[in-house]
T-cell receptor, first 117, second 114 residues
């Protein structure tokens, strides 16, 4: 079974600054995806970024980038030039590829990020 | 617009009164699932379905039922709700088939059982 741990229950950052959210995971699988989802106060679950485990290059999406360390089983999210609209709960999630339980996301506990003006 | 639609958005009920939360997707996805979100625990999978008439338990299935009679619909049934089922519920779907496609989520149902 997989586990995902987000050790920072809450984080805060000033507008325009950079913040990094931590995520570690435990798995014996070799083929998997990792995701970051954002949940604003509206409760929507919005995909921020995803990373394929077999790709060494870190994924980036505009102001969002990840630092994927496969050997260390670490998957942190960096938000650059933070904006007020980035205020949300952020979830790290793991998805095993293939097998009989494909499509299942295993989530971390979440990190509440507050961006201050 | 491609979407997953859940209803209702909010639901308050009493212990033991059967309820159904509906979920429908218009993306022709084969895979659908239900999650519950609780503080400090993140989201946990309740049930999932890989296709019509194919359903299986997730990590926290006790007290829940599902059915998948049509590809687009995947209702969550609580036959005798209890206060420990007070939670935020999400339906999700994906085309995935084991290739890591992201899940599309509904907007959530906040359930309170008194």
């Amino acid at each position: 079974a997989q586990t995902v741990t987000q050790s920072q229950p809450e984080m805060s950052v000033q507008e325009a600054e950079t913040v990094t959210l931590s995520c570690t995971y435990d798995t014996s699988e070799n083929n998997y995806y990792l995701f970051w989802y954002k949940q604003p106060p509206s409760r929507q679950m919005i995909l921020v970024i995803r990373q394929e485990a077999y790709k060494q290059q870190n994924a980036t999406e505009n102001r969002f980038s990840v630092n994927f360390q496969k050997a260390a089983k670490s998957f942190s999210l960096k938000i650059s030039d933070s904006q007020l609209g980035d205020t949300a709960m952020y979830f790290c999630a793991f998805m095993k590829l293939g097998g009989t339980s494909y499509g299942k996301l295993t989530f971390g506990q979440g990190t509440i990020l507050t961006v201050h003006p | 617009e491609a979407q997953v639609t859940q209803n209702p958005r909010y639901l308050i009920t009493v212990t033991g009164k059967k309820l159904t939360v509906t979920c429908s997707q218009n993306m022709n996805h084969e895979y659908m699932s239900w999650y519950r979100q609780d503080p400090g625990l993140g989201l946990r999978q309740i049930y999932y379905s890989m296709n019509v008439e194919v359903t299986d338990k997730g990590d926290v299935p006790e007290g829940y039922k599902v059915s998948r009679k049509e590809k687009r619909n995947f209702p969550l049934i609580l036959e005798s709700p209890s206060p420990n089922q007070t939670s935020l519920y999400f339906c999700a779907s994906t085309i995935d088939r084991g290739r890591g496609s992201p899940l599309h989520f509904g907007n959530g149902t906040r359930l309170t059982v008194t």
